[in-house]
């Protein structure tokens, strides 16, 4: 690389009034400068609503692979969780930033990461688990990124214009996602008798909270030309498992789904025991240093 | 006298010029990341795209643009960010190819018109093979789906014996 004055690295020895600090620092609205008006005839509140819960899905998630940095087998999968739990990251800052436009109470990306409390966070709990091995992993990611793939090609037509414009970037991101899972689902199931349990096993333990990422939801319901009915998506996403299943010579599992709480669930804010640590690992630094800048 | 239009064009190929932070062998023009350059209300709007919904390169380029244009005397410069369309790599210019792969970098095929079947075999090239940059050999394989960046793959060349980088197709 030839010598350049105006090289992004050299800027970032300077003075500047942004508060960068290293490559990429230096954070803005993600959204500055997009046109976020609300459509007419959109309830902004459910907009805001709706957003939340999509942008806490990939943020909850986002994290929970980011915990398997240095636990990985392999540096190639390593990057790969990576670079997913990168994506995931830039799908729910968008989102958030979505929400607080649309709510139109100030708050924006960072308050609503680090600064709700528990019951206040909206995505669904298959994103909030905790992998107990790799083939947990390999079979939550192929069907968290199948499921929100569907949702997102769907919202791809969406009324609000914003909402659009980051589903039909992230359902590319997520298409990768999903095939990246996918070949990891066959290589464990059509693999050794010890990786075929493992991986069946697997399966056992997360399929009770898959029936919950086709639950209608009053919100979603609120918006019928915005949000995408989980509901409908929910044969398209089976027709993907069992397709990969079935090459993965894998049994979809014969499991009762996760009982609700007093029919509420993570959609309502009902969470399990594990987010709590979650979240308090994910918000400890903002709130030790609350006017931090990065 | 700098008539308006003449100082666009200056503005515009200021603009393209900008190298990206982590491929800086290509230009955002030459990454089709850079959208528009106009004139608004006596301002300058510089429009961009970002790669990847999570690319943190993209607030290093907007910085760069704001330096540049600065230096060359535009005082007012807003660097707009546009979502839509998102960003594909069929947007990777012809001369961006080529950079790309004079790197060492194997540039992408046309990117899938839709998202497709999920995949099921585990061994063949799902479409047509990833040239190796260094020897022209088509006998390449991927060791890795992800890169060192949001764009890119790892492959290794049967031919050569030697690992490159490839941008991948979306």
């Keep these: 690389m030839t010598e350049d004055e105006f090289s992004a690295y050299q800027s970032l020895s300077e003075e500047t009034e942004d508060h960068r ?21 959109v309830d902004a509140q459910a907009l805001a609503a709706y957003c939340l819960m999509l942008g806490d899905d ?27 739990a990168l994506d ?10 979505r929400a607080g436009l649309a709510e ?22 298959l994103a909030e688990r905790q992998d107990a091995d790799f083939a947990e992993l390999a079979g939550r990611l192929l069907i968290f990124s199948a499921w929100r793939l569907a949702l997102f090609g769907k919202l791809a037509a969406s009324a609000d214009p914003v909402l659009a414009a980051i589903a039909a970037k992230g359902a590319k991101e997520l298409a990768y ?12 199931g059509d693999g050794t008798p010890v990786s075929h349990g493992r991986m069946q096993a697997a399966l056992g333990a997360i399929w009770p909270l898959v029936t919950e990422l086709f ?60 987010f709590g640590y979650l979240l308090a690992e994910l918000q400890s630094v903002a709130r030790a240093h609350p006017d931090a800048t990065w | ?35 528009d350059v106009a004139a608004e209300d006596g301002r300058l709007v510089v429009t961009i795209t970002p790669t990847y919904s999570g690319c943190p390169a993209l607030r290093e380029i907007a910085q760069d643009l704001q330096r540049r244009l600065g230096a060359a005397g535009f005082a007012d ?72 960046t949001a764009c890119k793959a790892l492959f290794r060349c049967r031919g050569c014996r030697e690992p490159f980088e490839h941008v991948k197709a979306i």
């Design chain 2, 77 to 148: 410069v807003t660097v707009r960010t546009a979502l839509a369309p998102a960003w594909s790599s069929d947007w990777i210019t012809a001369a961006g190819r080529r950079k790309l792969r004079d790197a060492g970098i194997a540039p992408p095929h046309a990117a899938p018109r839709n998202q497709g079947p999920v995949p099921l075999t585990l061994t063949a090239t799902r479409c047509e093979p990833v040239t190796c940059p260094r020897c022209g050999s088509a006998d390449t394989a991927q060791t890795a789906a992800f890169g060192a």
């Design chain 2, 1 to 35: 006298m700098v008539t308006a239009a003449a100082s666009l064009a200056i503005a515009r190929d200021i603009a393209a010029a900008v190298p990206d932070p982590e491929l800086p062998m290509v230009t955002v023009a030459d990454l089709g990341i850079l959208r």
């Design chain 1, 215 to 274: 639950h209608r939801d009053a919100v979603t319901a609120a918006l019928p030309a915005v949000a995408a009915d989980p509901a409908g998506v929910c044969a398209e996403v089976d027709a993907v498992l069992d397709t990969v299943l079935a090459a993965a010579t894998l049994r979809r599992p014969d499991v009762a789904p996760m009982a609700r709480v007093a029919g509420r669930a993570g959609r309502d804010g009902v969470h399990t025991e594990a």
């Design chain 1, 58 to 84: 990939a943020l909850i998630y986002s994290h929970r692979l980011q915990q398997w940095m240095t636990r990985m087998p392999e540096l190639e999968e390593e990057t790969a969780l990576a670079n997913i």
């Design chain 1, 21 to 41: 600090w290293a490559f990429g620092t230096g954070f803005t609205d993600p959204l500055e400068g997009i046109d976020a008006s609300v459509p007419p005839g």
């Design chain 1, 104 to 125: 139109g109470a100030g708050r924006q990306e960072d308050q609503l990461a680090f600064f709700r409390e528990e019951h206040e966070f909206r995505n669904v709990l």
């Design chain 1, 177 to 188: 996602h999903r095939d990246y899972a996918a070949q990891w689902v066959i290589r464990l």
């Design chain 1, 88 to 97: 995931l990251l830039g799908q729910a800052r968008m989102l958030l930033a």
